[in-house]
């Protein structure tokens, strides 16, 4: 007898507790098998699941089979397309109601990359300049949040909150991306909206039943600023709740290292830089060292020129530069090598000399992200 299998048997993450059938009682997925993604759950529901309650015991233990997990880097990147999807379900005339747990199940997922491969989590934060600004901006937040969160010892459901409002908190913008392009100074009336944004946010949310404190708590004054000079209501203290401040410094991060239309992009030394030794007074000492300890000077995707002139990529971090793990992708003479090379940095002619925008080496690209997905 084959009967219908819930959506509740399957865990991403977890073996299937029992073989899978479609309607016609062919094999699709063996006991033991792993589904790693959400949407590949939602994929094969689409078949109709059946597990067959008199046959499916095998005679003796099915060995779990691995799952083959995407490149860290490459789910980063998939899983901003995905957050497109989890937006559209907060709008329309009536929100989805599962709305808030499709922001969460992505938070699992990108928690759970960051957690297999941090430097390559850390990568795609720093190189990703393909996918629209709006989702990346978030999705890179949430990256962050999820190291941070594990460095400061937060508890799993406070870091899932953080990182949930790392996922929407500039959702009250949705209808102001046209700003980006505005060549015009801000009239008062869009200002205004800026200002208020937190709010329609926070509005948005609840309207889709979302009502975790700690989520609403973090989009409602990730723009505070410890010292007062914050928006929309001018809090201030270090009373701000560790998650509000952590939101609002991964969103100055994260906008800082890629700039917009009239702000070039800063290297991300010079952003940790400044956030260690000049927004204490915004964001609490906690959070911004914090943030440099994580990430360091050159995390990786950052771009450096070696004394020999040759211009390399970082791969993983590193608390000293001269242990850092670079790969040559340009020669002195500005070729680009076929395939990126490995420098040992404690040679004179390797050494770090200098940190070197990305928009230097777009056209290797493709080549640089081999580091993390070969």
Excluded at 85 to 111: C, M, N, Q, W, Y
Aim: proline share 5%.
């Amino acid at each position: 007898m084959m009967r219908l299998m819930p959506l509740t048997d399957i865990k991403v993450g977890q073996p299937l507790p029992r073989s899978v059938y479609d309607k016609s009682g062919c094999l699709l997925l063996r006991k033991g098998v792993m589904v790693s993604l959400q949407q590949q759950v939602e994929r094969l529901l689409a078949y109709g699941l059946f597990v067959d309650e008199e046959t499916d015991v095998p005679s003796r233990p099915i060995a779990p089979v691995k799952a083959v997990l995407p490149p860290v880097f490459d789910e980063i990147g998939a899983l901003t397309l995905r957050l497109k999807t989890a937006f559209t379900a907060f709008f329309g005339t009536s929100p989805a109601t599962d709305a808030g747990e499709r922001v969460v199940a992505l938070v699992r997922e990108i928690h759970a990359a960051t957690v297999r491969d941090a430097d390559a989590a850390i990568a795609a934060v720093h190189l990703d300049f393909h996918n629209p600004y709006l989702l990346s901006h978030h999705v890179h937040s949430a990256v962050l949040c999820s190291l941070l969160g594990r460095r400061l010892g937060m508890a799993d459901d406070e870091l899932v909150a953080v990182m949930c409002a790392a996922l929407t908190y500039d959702i009250g913008l949705v209808n102001m991306l046209y700003l980006e392009k505005q060549i015009e100074p801000l009239s008062a009336e869009q200002t205004d909206a800026i200002r208020r944004h937190p709010l329609k946010g926070v509005e948005i949310l609840k309207r889709a039943g979302v009502d975790d404190e700690a989520w609403i708590s973090a989009i409602t004054n990730h723009h505070e600023r410890v010292d007062g000079s914050g928006y929309p209501n001018g809090l201030s203290g270090v009373g701000l709740s560790v998650g509000a401040r952590m939101v609002g410094m991964v969103d100055s991060y994260t906008a800082m290292i890629k700039g917009k239309l009239f702000r070039h992009a800063k290297v991300p030394g010079m952003v940790i830089g400044e956030i260690f030794h000049g927004k204490h007074t915004q964001f609490g000492a906690d959070v911004c060292e914090a943030l440099a300890k994580e990430l360091g000077m050159y995390p990786p995707g950052a771009v450096v020129r070696l004394a020999n002139g040759e211009i390399a990529v970082v791969k993983e971090r590193s608390a000293k530069t001269k242990e850092l793990q670079v790969f040559s992708v340009y020669d002195s003479s500005g070729m680009p090598f076929i395939s990126p090379r490995q420098r040992d940095v404690k040679l004179d002619e390797y050494v770090v000399k200098a940190p070197v925008a990305y928009s230097e080496c777009r056209s290797v690209a493709t080549i640089i992200r081999r580091l993390w997905t070969k």
